[in-house]
């Protein structure tokens, strides 16, 4: 059976949802994951025998505890299941379930019990986090170092101009006299090669004061 996964935001849960249903698609489930960032949601819907029975899989990354979310139980009512679930094991807020068990569709010891992890897992978490913000310190501080070097090498508030590549420069006149006659060509070379030298030689000046 081919396998399609595509990412989608909140907003897009019911539009799907519908356009599933209009294609007669077959609700699956919908799945949750204890994801980094929240938790991460699976909408399954399988397609027809005309097109081959294909798993379109729809995911939404990161909901937080506080996210509201859609009920698509106004299309697939047979996701009420998945959507009590959701919210009893791993906490999400689904909004309008057709059939709303309200936190009662599992007897659990404990709030979000699915949402748990290892103290293993909490240590890598956290070390994770902490390299994280080492790394973004870092290249702020890289940042304001070099915006630093530029505001001193500008001067008194005046921008240095960049270095001119002139081998670069001689390369493109050369190509534009390529059309040109050979004495007027001859010309345009000689007052580029003046121009190259008056360059350097201010530079060389302005280097030795």
Not at 26 to 32: A, E, I, M, T, W
Not at 130 to 148: F, G, R, T
Not at 151 to 167: L, S, T
Request: charged content about 25%; some cysteine.
């Amino acid at each position: 059976m081919a396998q399609h996964f595509e990412d989608i935001s909140i907003d897009d849960i019911l539009s799907v949802a519908e356009r599933e249903h209009e294609a007669h698609s077959r609700f699956v489930q919908v799945l949750c994951i204890n994801g980094e960032e929240g938790i991460d949601l699976v909408y399954s819907y399988q397609k027809t025998a005309d097109q081959g029975y294909a798993m379109h899989n729809y995911r939404v990354h990161g909901v937080k505890p506080e996210t509201h979310i859609p009920s698509v139980t106004k299309f697939y009512l047979v996701a009420f299941p998945f959507e009590n679930e959701a919210h009893d094991l791993f906490g999400v807020q689904v909004d309008d379930i057709a059939i709303d068990f309200k936190g009662g569709f599992y007897k659990v010891a404990m709030d979000k019990p699915m949402t748990v992890i290892s103290p293993a897992q909490k240590a890598a978490r956290e070390k994770a986090a902490k390299l994280a913000a080492a790394k973004a310190a870092k290249a702020a501080k890289a940042a304001q170092e070099a915006a630093s070097k530029a505001k001193a090498a500008a001067g008194e508030g005046v921008q240095a101009a960049p270095a001119i590549d002139w081998e670069a420069e001689r390369a493109k006149v050369e190509a534009k006299c390529a059309n040109l006659t050979e004495d007027k060509a001859a010309k345009v070379m000689a007052a580029f090669e003046a121009k190259v030298c008056a360059a350097q030689g201010d530079a060389s000046a302005k280097g030795g004061e």
